[in-house]
């Protein structure tokens, strides 16, 4: 979003009263940031932080309801297996 915003490290830092080297260590992955530090984070950029509970695996849930609503042909071409009797890819 910092991107998308054409905001620099160093303007977010600021903004969210951080480090520029901590925003660096938060985008590389680096360093798990408190959840303190990410809704300021966010606030610079006008975001907020939202959770959302869900089903345990409720997007595979989804994504065999899809599967299972195709032909068979289609399960396994969606699946990349190979059909009996052709010949592999």
């Known amino acids: 979003m910092r991107d998308t915003r054409l905001v620099t490290q ?9 480090s520029q080297a901590a925003v660096a260590r938060v985008e590389r992955g680096d360093r798990m940031p408190s959840i ?8 610079a950029l006008d975001l907020q932080l939202s959770v959302a509970v869900e089903p345990l695996d409720a997007h595979l849930d989804a994504r065999m309801a899809e599967l299972a609503a195709r032909s068979l042909a289609d399960q396994i071409d969606a699946l990349g297996a190979t059909r009996p009797g052709s010949a592999p890819g």
Do not use: I, Q, T
């Open 10 to 18: 160093r303007a977010l830092a600021d903004l969210a009263g951080a």
């Open 36 to 43: 303190p530090l990410v809704e300021r984070l966010l606030a």
